[in-house]
């Protein structure tokens, strides 16, 4: 099957001619379609796979379907993607879809090129990770591609949404630390381009809940927000502004691990040690969180979780359902060696002969 300019791709007739059956009944079998004999599925698979044949993508979009999921992320730096591009990758494994993953960026102009590439190469599907569109931008990508929005809180009778319980887990990382004896506690937010509801974004629902847990705890005077960016560099920034305070804050609440990692560079290099001097507290449980030399108490939203769920809502869309599903995460607290009570509490202890040495995990 060679020519002088290469090899030739091979075809759906090379197939039936290997297989000595129809055209026809090879692309009932690529589309799985009803009526193939077992017999008939297994001489032509056979065929596929001795000759290595692959279903040409433009081919396959003429008559319906690309088998390719869209996958937008905001950037490819977060640990917590890479969760959810597994779990994604995990439900399409044995079905015959691919992902393709694509870069949002950080403006809505990029984002929507992004998205427009993804409807322009025919995927059947896409989902969205923290998008900064508008919800009437969308609705209007989901009328022409079905469509699962990761990490927003609103409703769509359009699209489907899985989202983590983020109030809950903002409840549960600031009364950690008001339960270990913190009452300086400070918190690192993002900051980004979206025109969404505030109510419907994650970020604002963790700052929001921060606030409220401590105001109920009688710490509206200790309430102290940096708003930078869900980065390594921003949560840096964003330490080394809140730990000008006075009284130096003890506990550091960032709105993401990644976050977490820049805080905790700036409380060592402002000569201060964790969790002995300032404890910290993350968001996304991701992988390096558990690292030893790490060892990051987080909030667990269950990454992987989040990318199953988005696959097989998808796949069910592109089945034809039209009614809107919300998935919500129930959100836990894994603790590890980055809080411990403040340096106050834990003399106190020490005095008491109670042993501080080592911090709970």
């Known amino acids: 099957m060679a020519t002088g300019d290469g090899p030739r791709r091979v075809t ?17 079998v690529i589309r799985n379609a009803y009526g193939v004999s077992p017999a008939m599925r297994e001489r032509v698979s056979a065929a596929i796979a001795e000759l290595g044949y692959r279903p040409h993508a433009a081919a396959r979009a003429m008559r319906g379907r690309t088998y390719t999921i869209g996958l937008m992320l905001p950037h490819i730096r977060n640990p917590f993607f890479a969760d959810i591009l597994d779990g994604l990758m995990e439900q399409l494994a044995d079905t015959d879809y691919q ?17 427009d590439a993804l409807i322009d190469r025919q995927v059947d599907g896409i989902v969205m990770v923290g998008p900064l569109a508008p919800k009437t931008r969308l609705e209007e990508v ?10 927003r809180h609103e409703r769509s009778t359009v699209y489907d ?17 008001i339960d270990l004896g913190h009452r300086h506690i400070v918190h690192i937010t993002h ?20 606030e409220r847990v401590m105001r109920e705890h009688g710490l509206a005077d200790e309430i102290a927000v940096a708003t930078t960016y869900y980065t390594e560099e921003g949560g840096y920034q ?13 506990a550091i609440f960032a709105g993401a691990d990644q976050a977490a990692f820049g805080a905790l560079a700036a409380v060592h290099e402002s000569g201060l040690s964790v969790p002995g001097d300032v404890s910290v507290v993350g968001y996304d449980n991701t992988r390096l969180a558990a690292l030893p030399n790490i060892s990051l108490t987080s909030i667990d939203q269950d990454g992987a979780l989040m990318g199953r769920t988005s696959g097989r809502l998808l796949l069910e869309r592109i089945e034809g359902r ?19 009570p403040p340096p106050h509490s834990a003399r106190a202890h020490a005095s008491s002969g109670m042993d501080t040495a080592n911090p709970p995990h």
């Open 12 to 28: 759906i007739a090379d197939v039936a001619s290997h297989a000595k059956v129809s055209t026809t009944a090879v692309s009932k």
């Open 142 to 151: 989901a009328r022409q591609t079905p469509t699962v929005v990761l990490g």
């Open 238 to 250: 964003g330490a080394l502004e809140l730990l000008e305070r006075s009284p130096c804050p003890t």
């Open 161 to 177: 949404a899985v989202f983590d319980d983020d109030e809950t887990g903002a409840e549960l990382a600031v009364r950690h630390l």
């Open 99 to 115: 992902a393709i993953l694509i870069q949002g960026g950080a403006t809505r102009t990029t984002e929507r090129r992004a998205v």
């Open 322 to 340: 039209t009614s809107a599903v919300r998935f919500s995460v129930t959100p836990g607290l894994v603790q590890r060696r980055s809080t411990a």
């Open 191 to 210: 900051q980004d381009d979206s025109v969404a509801r505030p109510a419907d974004l994650l970020h604002k629902i963790r700052s929001e809940a921060y």
